[in-house]
């Protein structure tokens, strides 16, 4: 009787769902964004700190992201002690245990930077990920408006380093506070408890921030009654009064008016709120510091409507917009919109030391700042060049071969030696064209006897090779050039320097 054979299970070679692989080319052009970034972070004085990409749940606390699945917006697990652990869902929660168990032995203001991927085991979408990359700054321990001020001035200057004109982006600056206030002189807060939110009250702040994605009509449907969106799915509402509703929306409409109006509006919307007027003249303040570095209400501007999802924030709050628009799959065009954002949490060190610690920072998402400066140049050519790639025409004279290569590295020329089957010159060159280089070396043993070696031009040769006709037009062309062994260096680096 013959054994059946069993059928092994091949694994999936697929990419878990909302993850995705980096490839060359993107990982280059992000450590790129993220070098001109910490640059700025450097010339303010801010100091790296590298923490763990995983947290215990309990550090995390919270403050998650997804406030429709609480403590469920993390990828987290039990070890072996039994104790529940999480990958950081961000960079700030971190830095609040990082600060509260070093406290001693740092300098108070502590200022850090920070970068690196976080993961939010949330639904994944078009262009949403559950792993993806931030770039932070955060100065701990500064009660004074300068600091909040101070994060302002820092991401428009990342901005306008990275390659962004003053009319492609926007900083949007709002307080916390003067909402609370606002709140708090409809009735939807208790007056003495201005920082304890009701259900309502979280409603209201939710609704607020999706004022971008659902317009005027539809925050207005979440304030009262409910929203029914397109597919059918109903969102509960803050079930507020008409007049309420106006209150609100007076006060999120008030962004379309100058600083100064703005200001003066607020201070009569928050009425006697006592909460509301601090928030009013620490957003007052804010506005003469970023005016003072010059940075106008062209670049950083009260917005009303700008609110931060995350509830850890308990003063000013800053969202930073890219007014660049962008061609989607399905054709329309719109905005990429807000990239980064941050503001004031004097609350968070306060669960691990029992003392409120002022602290203020921002995140960058890098994901999607890279992504608009794709958009920006998307007409140009943005694949890494690669290589130069040294051909082998000869086995025998692979000890010539591996000199050359080595030559060009000790000189700081990025090169590597063909390591596939030499089985002709043309599977080279391909392989050249698939790693985008722009150089090959060519040199059989007619050429190592005679003293020389061919280099040849990848992509000259490309452009030209549409024009010429003939193999005698060919022969003459400039793209291949016949260089003496010893100035074969010499050669290559007077071609990177003119590029």
């Known amino acids: 009787m013959s054994k059946k054979k069993i059928k092994l299970k091949r694994a999936k070679a697929i990419t878990p769902k909302g993850f995705r692989d980096y490839f060359d080319s993107d990982v280059t052009e992000r450590q790129t964004l993220i070098e001109a970034i910490c640059q700025i972070y450097e010339l303010y004085g801010f100091d790296i700190l590298e923490s ?30 039994n104790e529940w652990l999480a990958l950081r869902y961000d960079l700030t929660a971190p830095l609040a245990r990082v600060y509260s168990q070093y406290r001693n032995n740092l300098p108070l203001p502590y200022r850090r930077y920070s970068f690196g991927p976080v993961w939010r085991n949330e639904k994944p979408g078009p262009g949403r990920f559950r792993q993806f990359y931030q770039c932070d700054a955060d100065t701990i321990g500064a009660h004074s408006s300068i600091a909040d001020s101070e994060m302002c001035i820092m991401l428009a200057s990342i ?39 009701n259900v309502s009250s979280e ?23 409910g929203r029914r969106d397109e597919s059918g799915d109903f969102t509960e509402g803050a079930l507020l009064s008409e007049d309420q509703i106006d209150h609100i929306m007076n006060f999120v409409c008030l962004g379309e008016s100058s600083n100064n109006k703005t200001l003066k509006e607020l201070k009569y919307l928050v009425g006697t709120s006592s909460i509301g007027l601090i928030g009013v003249e620490e957003l007052e303040s804010i506005a003469q510091h970023t005016e003072a570095a010059g940075f106008f209400e062209d670049r950083i501007k009260i917005n009303p409507g700008t609110v931060r999802g995350l509830g850890y924030y308990t003063g000013a709050v800053f969202e930073a917009e890219l007014k660049v628009e962008v061609t989607n799959l399905d ?9 980064a954002g941050g503001g004031r949490y004097d609350d968070l060190i306060k669960r691990f030391t029992g003392q409120e610690v002022p602290a203020t920072g921002l995140s960058l ?7 608009a400066l794709n958009q920006l140049s998307r007409d140009k050519e943005n694949k890494r060049t690669g290589p130069v790639i040294v051909t082998i025409m000869d086995m025998d004279k692979i000890v010539e071969y ?37 150089l090959v070396i060519i040199a059989g043993s007619k050429e190592f006897e005679e003293g020389n070696v061919q280099v040849k031009d990848l992509a000259l040769g490309a452009r030209i090779s549409k024009k010429i006709k003939t193999n005698i037009e060919w022969k003459d062309q400039p793209a291949q050039s016949e260089v003496a062994r010893e100035n074969l260096i010499e050669h290559v680096k007077k071609f990177m320097q003119g590029k």
């Open 203 to 225: 409603i209201v702040l939710r609704s607020i921030d999706k004022i971008d994605r659902l317009g005027h009509q539809g925050v207005r449907e979440l304030l009262g009654p």
């Open 402 to 438: 591996q000199k050359i290569v080595t030559e060009l590295r000790l000189s700081g020329i990025r090169a590597e030696l063909f390591l596939g089957n030499p089985k002709d010159l043309g599977r080279q060159l391909k392989y050249a064209d698939q790693r985008n280089s722009e």
């Open 159 to 197: 901005f306008e380093k990275i390659g962004f004109s003053k009319d492609q982006y926007i900083v949007q600056l709002n307080n916390r506070k003067i909402l609370s206030g606002i709140l708090e002189e409809i009735k939807v807060m208790n007056s003495g408890n201005a920082d304890q939110y």
């Open 52 to 81: 763990s990409a995983v947290e215990t749940v309990e550090a995390l606390g919270k403050f998650l992201p997804d406030v429709d699945r609480p403590n469920q917006g993390i990828f987290s697990w039990q070890d072996d002690e």
């Open 365 to 371: 998402g890098i994901d999607r700042l890279g992504f």
């Open 331 to 339: 054709g329309t065009v719109s905005e990429i919109g807000s990239v």
